[in-house]
Nanobody, 126 residues
Framework: VQLQACGGGLVQAGGSLGLSCTTSGSTFRNYDMGWFRQAPGKEREFVAAISSAGSGSSPRYADSVKGRFTISRDNAKRMVYLRMNTLAPGDTAVYYC??????????????????WGQGTLVTVSS
């Protein structure tokens, strides 16, 4: 599975930004999809995940983004999206699109995702 994330950029605090991730190479609907991020000098952290189409496309969020970010998927287009609202400087990071064959558990663990995109930088200015 190849992943290509795009949509990052510079935005002011309180603003919104949308990320998208295109996929190729395998049966998209069988994959859980997600987003992780890594801020400068910090460890990589879970942002959001959405389970495979066959398991109901259930979204999950980190507490830090719940209510502000929305993950979604379009199985026909083989794409996953992350809509980010009310952005804050603490959201500044490189955002990575990730994928794995559907697994019931541990959606928040980066080591369970076997496929990673190249990352796209989101910078939120104060």
């Amino acid at each position: 599975v190849q992943l290509q994330a795009c949509g990052g950029g510079l935005v002011q605090a309180g603003g919104s930004l949308g990320l998208s991730c295109t996929t190729s190479g395998s049966t998209f609907r069988n994959y859980d999809m997600g987003w992780f991020r890594q801020a400068p000098g910090k460890e990589r952290e879970f942002v959001a995940a959405i389970s495979s189409a066959g398991s109901g496309s259930s979204p999950r969020y980190a507490d830090s983004v719940k209510g502000r970010f929305t993950i979604s998927r379009d199985n026909a287009k083989r794409m996953v999206y992350l809509r980010m609202n009310t952005l804050a400087p603490g959201d500044t990071a490189v955002y990575y699109c990730v994928a794995r064959l559907h697994t019931a558990d541990y959606y928040f663990r980066s080591d369970t995702y076997h496929y990673w995109g190249q990352g796209t930088l989101v910078t939120v200015s104060s």
